[in-house]
């Protein structure tokens, strides 16, 4: 009788156990990302279904077993604006592909799981429900409140958070860095932001933040040498063993500038390119030139919006993705799968979208592993990352063992008994 | 002159081993005997194949002896695949290649106290090949390493009492280098990666010079105790890559690609710096017809810092950093004489690799080895058969951290999984 009762409690305890044990320790049921264009899931200078739903935000949602309960503001084919593709490699020739997409899931009666908005500074995501000279304000938020008012309403299980980048990017493709014009003054930054974690510290403990890359070193800005190139070679062209720097609007361009996508247009028709090497002799205009000033300018708000961030992570406690190392360390060294190297040159290098600003799809799943990484290593999760090899187009093998089935049946059983303790323990104990 | 290269020629084209059956690509597998003592034969030492265990051991041994033989090695490989890349659900497997490295030893003894002695064995070899290497998902790291050695040793040993040997051999090591993958390249346009050329790179021979010493004392009745130390040497190869162009279905891209690609054959230069070792044993026969011994061994693996392999002619190098670790491994054998003719054997080694966990590739998967084995001796008149089978079990060699993080540093991730087994045979004659 004794027994039974102890065996009956043993099975109670192990149904608990089973019972206390969901599917993870992060409940992604209600996921909410908050952030701009790299959390929709914008890149090749568009917004389009196909690549969102393979955004950051959605990937995790996927791993965490959230599927089609994840919802986005999807934008069908050829997106928003239409998707930039690659023409022509040589000469290089990128196009917007013709016609324009439309929204297709407007009638979603709650608000979006993914909240990011393309163009969205921090300060937006407190109080911006409409803005007349950005659509998707209106295609996402679609005039039921704020980012943060609409993450109320949710009420996140979980939730990440990217913003600031665009705090910042405004600096860098217009070329001029002017606090609270092209990008948003230090104090600004830290007084928003801080309002920000306050009203979102209700989640603070299913929260995820991350902080701001280093925009000089998108293909935006480094795609462009500052010397004169041979467009056949890629070369830089010599002249007396010296290499011949482009004419920046304050004369030659000096190391530590750099000359932005948007030259590109210029220099076909020979700006900045010496008269006696082919072009017109006149100078690069400001706006396609970041001088060494404006970089260094760039850098530290980028330093300081990045430090607010950390610290304000600190204060609540929140884990904190760092992007900015990590995409320094890709802009290094290359991103390594396979044996493969990605790389965050323009175009060619993988890393990056034909916009030069935005991640590739390859891009976008390699950022979010990294969130992926954090998210099990500061909650504990055991969320497996995504996948690399179809985006890769590499084509996984199936053979499996084959007829030598039995021997890798006899390698496992003998293992058990000699090498686990697991199993030396079972053998202790049924002796 | 002559005759000795083609003694060179006869020796090679008779089987050259590739196989990695020590920890790291070192070989410990010299003569059946001591096969079937788990390689625990420093202090032991009392067949011809001493001349690799412990050269001293020759200087206890009567008459004149031959001694030929081979161990068959037999590997069993697979990996299982994880995410990021190749993917969860990917398997792959090692080709199923059978690998004979031989041991032949002759001996004789000039008056009393001297031995002269000429051995042939296999010190370190690799052989990792892995099956359908055209789909093969880590095809652009390894799809096949090779290195092949086989050494010839003069030795010399000499009896300074009958409680004291010491042993000195020239070794000769012959050794080549054979290393097989797939170039990629990332199609800008389509962001997938494409097989654009198989590169196969040969060495040709190269002899290295090294040495062996070794001690063996027998300070009380049934007891022995052995030292030996093996010189590290470094070899280095001239080769040749053969870059074999694989098109892409493009008629535009194989054009620029034929352009940017090194096809055709280039000269290399690389080098391997193949470590030194030291080996200390005890082996009583105190217990009545048993021999115990004891043995520990020590190799230099972080010698093998880094493969650098040099194209002379395009002038540029790569470094495939290895970042080895000085390893030990621990062994003990046994043997029970059954009769005057037959002796029973048996014993266990454990193996600690030198290799890194994020160094676990397609190149060679190491990982710690427990190695069991049984064996026997039978002696007929002037005739002893040895045949030893050891049964060698490879931990699951994982590349993800405690943390669950992707560590391969080529960003191929999953689980190795390795068995062996070897049956090392040997057939001795005492004039």
């Known amino acids: 009788m004794k027994r039974t009762l102890f065996a009956l409690a043993l099975l109670a305890v192990s149904a608990s156990l089973v019972a206390a044990q969901p599917s993870g320790k992060v409940d992604f049921s209600r996921y909410v990302s908050i952030g701009d264009s790299l959390t929709a899931g914008y890149l090749s200078g568009g917004l389009v279904q196909t690549t969102q739903v393979r955004d950051y935000p959605a990937l995790i949602a996927s791993r965490g077993g959230l599927g089609s309960g994840f919802q986005q503001p999807l934008i069908s084919e050829p997106g928003i604006p239409a998707l930039?593709?690659?023409?022509?490699?040589?000469?290089?020739?990128?196009?917007?592909?013709?016609?324009?997409?439309?929204?297709?899931?407007?009638?979603?009666?709650?608000?979006?799981?993914?909240?990011?908005?393309?163009?969205?500074?921090?300060?937006?995501?407190?109080?911006?429900?409409?803005?007349?000279?950005?659509?998707?304000?209106?295609?996402?938020?679609?005039?039921?409140?704020?980012?943060?008012?609409?993450?109320?309403?949710?009420?996140?299980?979980?939730?990440?958070?990217?913003?600031?980048?665009?705090?910042?990017?405004?600096?860098?493709?217009?070329?001029?860095?002017?606090?609270?014009?092209?990008?948003?003054?230090?104090?600004?930054?830290?007084?928003?932001?801080?309002?920000?974690?306050?009203?979102?510290?209700?989640?603070?403990?299913?929260?995820?933040?991350?902080?701001?890359?280093?925009?000089?070193?998108?293909?935006?800005?480094?795609?462009?040498?500052?010397?004169?190139?041979?467009?056949?070679?890629?070369?830089?062209?010599?002249?007396?063993?010296?290499?011949?720097?482009?004419?920046?609007?304050?004369?030659?361009?000096?190391?530590?500038?750099?000359?932005?996508?948007?030259?590109?247009?210029?220099?076909?028709?020979?700006?900045?390119?010496?008269?006696?090497?082919?072009?017109?002799?006149?100078?690069?205009?400001?706006?396609?030139?970041?001088?060494?000033?404006?970089?260094?300018?760039?850098?530290?708000?980028?330093?300081?919006?990045?430090?607010?961030?950390?610290?304000?992570?600190?204060?609540?406690?929140?884990?904190?993705?760092?992007?900015?190392?990590?995409?320094?360390?890709?802009?290094?060294?290359?991103?390594?799968?396979?044996?493969?190297?990605?790389?965050?040159?323009?175009?060619?290098?993988?890393?990056?979208?034909?916009?030069?600003?935005?991640?590739?799809?390859?891009?976008?799943?390699?950022?979010?592993?990294?969130?992926?990484?954090?998210?099990?290593?500061?909650?504990?999760?055991?969320?497996?990352?995504?996948?690399?090899?179809?985006?890769?187009?590499?084509?996984?093998?199936?053979?499996?063992?084959?007829?030598?089935?039995?021997?890798?049946?006899?390698?496992?059983?003998?293992?058990?008994?000699?090498?686990k303790p697991e199993a030396r323990q079972y053998l202790d104990r049924t002796r | 002159m002559r005759s000795s290269k083609l003694l060179w020629v006869a020796v090679f084209s008779l089987a050259l081993p590739a196989i990695s059956f020590g920890a790291g690509f070192g070989i410990f597998e010299a003569g059946a005997k001591a096969v079937g003592m788990s390689g625990a034969f420093t202090a032991t030492a009392d067949d011809p194949s001493t001349m690799f265990y412990n050269p001293a051991g020759l200087a206890f041994q009567k008459g004149s002896k031959m001694m030929m033989g081979a161990t068959l090695i037999m590997p069993f490989n697979s990996f299982e695949g994880g995410n990021p890349y190749p993917g969860e659900g990917v398997t792959e497997d090692g080709k199923k290649n059978l690998f004979y490295p031989p041991g032949i030893y002759y001996a004789r003894q000039f008056g009393e106290k001297l031995t002269f002695g000429i051995g042939a064995f296999t010190a370190f070899g690799l052989g990792t090949e892995w099956e359908n290497p055209d789909q093969y998902t880590g095809r652009f790291i390894s799809t096949k390493a090779d290195i092949q050695s086989l050494s010839i040793q003069p030795t010399v040993a000499y009896r300074l009492s009958d409680k004291l040997g010491v042993g000195v051999g020239l070794e000769v090591r012959n050794s080549k280098v054979a290393l097989h993958k797939h170039q990629p390249f990332l199609n800008p346009y389509t962001l997938k990666v494409l097989d654009v050329a198989k590169v196969d790179l040969e060495s040709d021979m190269a002899i290295s010079l090294g040495f062996a010493l070794g001690v063996l004392a027998k300070p009380f009745e049934n007891w022995s105790v052995g030292f030996s130390y093996r010189h590290s040497m470094k070899a280095d190869y001239e080769g040749t890559a053969k870059f074999t162009f694989i098109p892409t279905g493009n008629a535009a891209l194989d054009a620029l690609l034929k352009t940017k690609l090194p096809l055709g054959d280039h000269a290399v230069k690389t080098s391997i710096n193949f470590p030194k070792e030291a080996s200390f044993g005890i082996a009583t026969t105190a217990i009545e017809k048993w021999t115990v011994e004891v043995d520990v061994n020590w190799t230099s693996w972080s010698e093998f810092d880094t493969l650098v392999i040099e194209f002379t002619d395009l002038n540029s190098k790569q470094t495939i950093p290895q970042d080895y670790k000085d390893a030990v491994n621990c062994r003990l054998g046994l043997q029970r004489q059954m009769s005057e003719k037959l002796a029973l054997r048996g014993g266990y080694i454990y193996d600690q690799t030198p290799q890194p966990r994020n160094g676990a590739g397609p190149l060679l998967p190491d990982s710690d080895r427990h190695g069991f084995n049984v064996g026997f001796g039978y002696t007929l008149g002037k005739w002893t058969l040895d045949v030893a089978n050891l049964f060698l079990f490879f931990e699951d060699r994982s590349t993800y951290d405690v943390d669950g993080k992707h560590i391969n540093k080529d960003g191929y991730d999953g689980t190795y999984k390795t068995f062996a087994n070897l049956l090392a045979f040997s057939l001795s004659y005492q004039f």
């Open chain 1, 84 to 419: 930039l593709y690659l023409k022509s490699l040589v000469p290089l020739v990128i196009e917007r592909k013709p016609g324009m997409g439309v929204p297709i899931n407007l009638n979603l009666p709650r608000p979006y799981n993914n909240l990011g908005i393309p163009g969205a500074i921090s300060l937006d995501i407190l109080q911006t429900v409409t803005d007349p000279d950005n659509p998707f304000f209106d295609i996402i938020l679609r005039g039921q409140g704020t980012v943060v008012q609409q993450t109320s309403v949710l009420n996140p299980t979980f939730m990440t958070v990217w913003v600031g980048n665009n705090d910042i990017l405004g600096a860098v493709i217009s070329g001029r860095a002017i606090d609270g014009v092209t990008m948003t003054p230090i104090p600004v930054f830290n007084q928003v932001m801080t309002q920000l974690f306050a009203v979102l510290s209700p989640w603070k403990s299913r929260m995820i933040v991350a902080n701001i890359p280093d925009v000089s070193t998108i293909p935006y800005a480094t795609a462009i040498s500052i010397y004169v190139t041979n467009p056949v070679t890629g070369q830089p062209v010599l002249i007396n063993g010296q290499k011949v720097p482009l004419i920046g609007p304050q004369g030659p361009m000096v190391e530590g500038s750099y000359v932005l996508i948007s030259a590109s247009s210029y220099l076909a028709q020979g700006y900045g390119i010496p008269v006696q090497l082919g072009g017109n002799g006149q100078p690069l205009p400001d706006e396609t030139v970041l001088t060494p000033d404006e970089v260094v300018v760039i850098r530290a708000h980028v330093n300081a919006f990045n430090a607010t961030i950390a610290s304000l992570a600190a204060t609540y406690k929140v884990p904190l993705v760092d992007v900015n190392a990590y995409l320094k360390e890709i802009a290094a060294k290359g991103y390594i799968v396979g044996g493969v190297t990605l790389t965050t040159a323009f175009v060619t290098g993988g890393v990056f979208s034909l916009d030069g600003v935005h991640p590739s799809d390859i891009g976008y799943a390699v950022v979010a592993n990294k969130w992926i990484e954090k998210i099990n290593e500061h909650f504990g999760e055991t969320i497996p990352y995504v996948n690399l090899a179809p985006y890769l187009g590499m084509r996984p093998t199936q053979t499996g063992w084959g007829e030598w089935t039995w021997v890798d049946d006899m390698v496992h059983n003998l293992k058990q008994v000699f090498l």
